[in-house]
T-cell receptor
Framework: DAGITQSPRHKVTETGTPVTLRCHQTENHRYMYWYRQDPGHGLRLIHYSYGVKDTDKGEVSDGYSVSRSKTEDFLLTLESATSSQTSVYFC???????????FGDGTRLSIL | QKEVEQNSGPLSVPEGAIASLNCTYSDRGSQSFFWYRQYSGKSPELIMFIYSNGDKEDGRFTAQLNKASQYVSLLIRDSQPSDSATYLCAVNNQAGTALIFGKGTTLSVSS
């Protein structure tokens, strides 16, 4: 299995609080991605990174920010969580943008 | 917005039959195509990728690509109950920086 660790695995928090999810990889892959997965919507790309300090927006980036200060870590932050951000969040990595992505185990986030 | 379309299913097949999963994509510039399997409550798992027109076989799985028709399919031979899952089709975006996923097809294999 690709060395990808997401933390926390589960989190319950309240509307308006900040939340940070972490993705850590041991594969030294250049690309890292954050997705959310919701019933009826499939996997939707939030943000991705193509190198240290190099990030770009995905399809559903509003309300989310990311940072990548080291190759191995990609952080997703919800500055002020809303109930619409309740979802399962997956991190993925790949060597190149057009090559297979490998997924972490996911974080189940509930915002009350 | 470029799209990847899949029938949501459920696709139901008896054990031992061939399951055929289909996917169409809108971006003619796409060059890389992937199939993922996702069990309920789990993360997507890569099962096949294909870059050239034609067929690619790996065990019981065959991926088929037709770029002229913008169509990619996955065949599962000798389907087993353990194949019951949601299958996601993914295609690279035009910039080559990310993948676009379909919403998935749910497969149910009955014993």
């Amino acid at each position: 299995d690709a060395g990808i660790t997401q933390s926390p695995r589960h989190k319950v928090t309240e509307t308006g609080t900040p939340v940070t999810l972490r993705c850590h990889q041991t594969e030294n892959h250049r690309y890292m991605y954050w997705y959310r997965q919701d019933p009826g919507h499939g996997l939707r790309l939030i943000h991705y990174s193509y190198g240290v300090k190099d990030t770009d927006k995905g399809e559903v980036s509003d309300g989310y920010s990311v940072s990548r200060s080291k190759t191995e870590d990609f952080l997703l932050t919800l500055e002020s969580a809303t109930s619409s951000q309740t979802s399962v969040y997956f991190c993925a990595i790949s060597e190149r943008g057009d090559q297979p992505q490998h997924f972490g185990d996911g974080t189940r986030l509930s915002i009350l | 917005q470029k799209e990847v379309e899949q029938n949501s299913g459920p696709l139901s097949v008896p054990e031992g039959a061939i399951a055929s999963l289909n996917c169409t994509y809108s971006d003619r510039g796409s060059q890389s195509f992937f199939w993922y399997r996702q069990y309920s409550g789990k993360s997507p798992e890569l099962i096949m990728f294909i870059y050239s027109n034609g067929d690619k076989e790996d065990g019981r799985f065959t991926a088929q690509l037709n770029k002229a028709s913008q169509y990619v399919s996955l065949l599962i031979r000798d389907s087993q109950p353990s194949d019951s899952a949601t299958y996601l089709c993914a295609v690279n975006n035009q910039a080559g920086t990310a993948l676009i996923f379909g919403k998935g097809t749910t497969l149910s294999v009955s014993s």
